[in-house]
Structures are given as structure tokens and as C-alpha cells.
């Protein structure tokens, strides 16, 4: 059986040193365009207390830092992206290595909790949303965008596709099933939203 944990760790600590400047599909273009939507959906957001779960190179945490200042944290696997990303000297943030599924912070902590571009690649799926919900306060959003498919693409992807490729990809979900999968895991969805030909981003709610 695949160790998607450390393919993926493997996988991003290969990409580090060129991953911000190569905007491909395969690098962080779709990432930089989900940061981007959310930066602008956070803007009339009122936090304090925000965690970017898979931050990578802090892309997103340095676009909010310059813009509000509050308590930041990112958490990666990778620390080859963790090494770029102290290397920005991010105002206000902390960052740490660890796991999607095992986040290592008080329940009830943060206020906002961000996604981007990696949940295809945590193997326990529901394991990081039951994470993310313990760490939220009561009202706190959950802002997920991946890229994904369902369907019989999404079937292929997972059944064969991610079965052949070392890159620790190992689920794809279109924005109804996240949602679904959120709904399961005790989130209020408050958003739906398509934001490019497959990618997406699907926002919940912790109500208690």
C-alpha cells in the first residue's frame, strides 16, 4: 500500500525551490488563483486567529498578512515549502511541520481555518475535517479550494490514475462532494462555488 503521506512530502520538498515562480498547473498556478479568491472572500471576514492547513511556501499567509493583522499559523508536511516560506519573514505567523489529520492545536482556537490546493493529498479525508472542526471556535468558517472532478473522471482519477503517478495525490472531489463530506463532518456549508474549469471552493461553518 502507498505511503501518500510521504510521497507527498517527497513530491513538494522536490518542487520547493521553483514552486512560486512556475505558475503551471502542475506548480502553483492553481494555488495563487485559489489564494487569490480567498483573500478577497476574507476581507469582510472580522478574525483574529487564522490556520492555512498545507501552506506550503506561505503564499496565502503573506497576501493576508499585508493586509490585516491578526495571529497567524501555517502548518505543512513539506519542509522544503516550510523553508521558503520562513525565508518571507511573514508578519505576524507561525509555522510548523506536521499533518493534516494530527493538527497539533487547542480546541475551539481559530477563528478562520484555510485549505488550499492540498486536500486531494490527505489519505484520511474525513480524519482532516474532524481536525479542523475541533480547532475552529463555535462560528468559525472553514475555506476549502482544491481542484477536482466527480463522476466518472473523479471515479478514474482515484480508481487508476492515482493508483500509477508518486506524486501522493491520492482523492479527487468536485465541490458537491466536498460539501457533502463537510455536511458529514458536522459543518454548516455556506458557500458553493465554481471558480475555474475544475477548480473550486466550498466554505463551512462550525455552529458549536
Same mark, same amino acid.
Given at each position: 500500500?502507498?505511503?501518500?503521506?510521504?510521497? %507527498?512530502?517527497?513530491?513538494?520538498?522536490?518542487?520547493?525551490?521553483?514552486?512560486?515562480?512556475? /505558475?503551471?498547473?502542475?506548480?502553483?498556478?492553481?494555488?495563487?488563483?485559489?489564494?487569490?479568491?480567498? &483573500?478577497?472572500?476574507? =476581507?469582510?471576514?472580522?478574525?483574529?486567529?487564522?490556520?492555512?492547513? !498545507?501552506?506550503?511556501?506561505?503564499?496565502?499567509?503573506?497576501?493576508?498578512?499585508? =493586509?490585516?493583522?491578526?495571529?497567524?499559523?501555517?502548518?505543512?508536511?513539506?519542509?522544503?515549502? $516550510?523553508?521558503?516560506? +520562513?525565508? =518571507?519573514? #511573514?508578519? !505576524?505567523?507561525?509555522?510548523?511541520?506536521? +499533518?493534516?489529520?494530527?493538527? *497539533?492545536?487547542?480546541?475551539?482556537?481559530?477563528?478562520?481555518?484555510?485549505?488550499?490546493? %492540498?486536500?486531494?493529498?490527505? *489519505?484520511?479525508?474525513?480524519k482532516a475535517m474532524q481536525e479542523v472542526? +475541533?480547532?475552529?471556535? *463555535? !462560528?468559525? #468558517?472553514?475555506?476549502?479550494?482544491?481542484?477536482?472532478?466527480?463522476?466518472?473522471? !473523479?471515479? #478514474?482519477? /482515484?480508481?487508476?490514475?492515482?493508483?500509477?503517478?508518486?506524486?501522493?495525490?491520492?482523492?479527487?472531489?468536485? =465541490?458537491?462532494?466536498?460539501?457533502? $463530506?463537510?455536511?458529514?463532518?458536522?459543518?454548516?456549508? &455556506?458557500?458553493?462555488k465554481k471558480l475555474g474549469k475544475f #477548480?473550486?471552493?466550498? &466554505?463551512?461553518?462550525?455552529?458549536?
Amino acid at each position: 500500500m502507498k505511503d501518500y503521506i510521504k510521497l %507527498s512530502e517527497q513530491h513538494f520538498d522536490g518542487q520547493a525551490e521553483v514552486y512560486d515562480e512556475n /505558475n503551471s498547473m502542475y506548480y502553483s498556478g492553481p494555488a495563487k488563483f485559489s489564494c487569490n479568491d480567498t &483573500v478577497k472572500y476574507l =476581507k469582510d471576514i472580522n478574525y483574529n486567529k487564522l490556520l492555512d492547513v !498545507g501552506c506550503g511556501t506561505g503564499y496565502l499567509l503573506n497576501l493576508l498578512s499585508d =493586509k490585516k493583522e491578526a495571529e497567524y499559523h501555517g502548518l505543512d508536511l513539506s519542509e522544503g515549502m $516550510l523553508k521558503q516560506a +520562513r525565508a =518571507k519573514n #511573514i508578519r !505576524g505567523t507561525t509555522l510548523v511541520k506536521g +499533518r493534516s489529520d494530527e493538527l *497539533p492545536y487547542e480546541d475551539n482556537y481559530f477563528d478562520v481555518v484555510t485549505c488550499i490546493q %492540498s486536500f486531494h493529498h490527505y *489519505p484520511d479525508s474525513d480524519k482532516a475535517m474532524q481536525e479542523v472542526y +475541533r480547532v475552529l471556535k *463555535p !462560528g468559525g #468558517i472553514y475555506i476549502l479550494s482544491d481542484t477536482g472532478v466527480g463522476g466518472i473522471g !473523479g471515479w #478514474i482519477y /482515484n480508481h487508476i490514475i492515482f493508483k500509477l503517478i508518486n506524486s501522493g495525490d491520492c482523492h479527487a472531489a468536485n =465541490k458537491n462532494g466536498i460539501s457533502n $463530506l463537510m455536511m458529514k463532518n458536522g459543518f454548516d456549508v &455556506v458557500e458553493n462555488k465554481k471558480l475555474g474549469k475544475f #477548480i473550486y471552493t466550498v &466554505v463551512g461553518k462550525k455552529l458549536k
